[in-house]
């Protein structure tokens, strides 16, 4: 297997070649990107994401696909109805951050990705963002409590995508296997064939820390994972906040079946 590896992550905003875009991903636990526009320019990003906006920039929020596609990012995906538009009428910058501490990778699409639902925050040049059924319904079933859908990145642009924690790379070939977390998965390439499969032995997932579901992965292609998703650390938080009897309690055991 490959070692993991990250491949134009944290710091890889600089205007590369090709690029019609200017975009910095500014270091830290909590990272933002800075995107530059020049007048007649365009960006789009997640509801809620923006931070901050500098100079002449218009901003407008859309339903994709009217009522029946923001319904079904919502309901199906987790996501909001709506994306936020923003046209630059003269020079200005937008910076955009994630919902959770973690990490910001700029990502050149010429094609398709398949993403977490909460992974996409923002992009520039001509991308079609849309719901996309799992493989398997156990994916979204049992699969760690990330829903029916992922999301499916279609076109020829620059994405920004985001993580909890930091990320890892993997470059699978063909016929090489990884298993995953349910709730590790940022990005796969469509290449990347993906079954989400019970773990053999109820008391080892119950008593062993992890998830009754893993994903099985078969390259070839890319595989990016994040090392800290959300619903771990939630996790976390809820147990504690119920006085540490979430871990170890019925309750516990109950929330171990739901992941």
């Known amino acids: 297997m490959d070692d993991p590896r990250e491949r134009g992550g944290r710091g890889a905003g600089d205007r590369a070649d090709g690029l019609a875009v200017e975009a910095q991903i500014r270091e830290g636990q909590a990272p933002a990107v800075v995107v530059s526009l020049q007048a007649g320019e365009q960006l789009t990003s997640e509801a809620g994401a923006m931070t ?4 002449d920039i218009a901003m407008e929020v859309e339903m994709p696909g009217g009522l029946g596609g923001g319904l079904k990012r919502k309901l199906l995906a987790g996501e909001s109805l709506f994306v936020t538009h923003y046209r630059a009428n003269g020079a200005g910058s937008i910076g955009l951050t994630g919902p ?10 010429d094609g398709e990705i398949i993403c977490e639902k909460h992974a996409y925050l923002g ?3 001509d991308v079609a963002i849309e719901s996309a059924f799992a493989q398997k319904l156990g994916m979204g079933i049992h699969g760690g409590g990330e829903g029916f859908f992922l999301q499916r990145l279609k076109g020829k642009g620059t994405v920004w995508l985001h993580g ?4 890892l790379d993997f470059d699978l070939a063909a016929g090489q296997r990884l298993i995953v977390d349910t709730g590790c998965m940022v990005m796969v390439e469509p290449t990347v064939q993906y079954d989400v499969k019970l773990q053999g032995g109820v ?20 595989v990016t994972l994040q090392t800290l998703p959300f619903t771990r ?5 809820l147990a504690a906040a119920g006085g540490g009897q979430g871990e170890s309690g019925v309750a516990g055991l109950v929330g ?4």
């Not at 959770?100 to 699409?109: D, K, M, V, Y």
């Not at 909890?164 to 990320?167: A, E, Q, V």
């Not at 080892?204 to 390259?219: A, Q």
């Open 256 to 259: 171990k079946f739901l992941e």
């Open 164 to 167: 909890g924690g930091d990320f």
């Open 100 to 109: 959770f501490p973690g990490s910001i990778r700029q990502h050149e699409l």
């Open 203 to 222: 008391a080892k997932s119950l008593f062993g820390g992890e998830g009754l579901f893993l994903v099985h992965m078969t390259g070839p292609g890319h």
């Open 123 to 125: 992009h520039f040049g």
């Open 52 to 55: 901050f906006l500098s100079g």
């Open 233 to 237: 650390t939630a996790r976390r938080v």
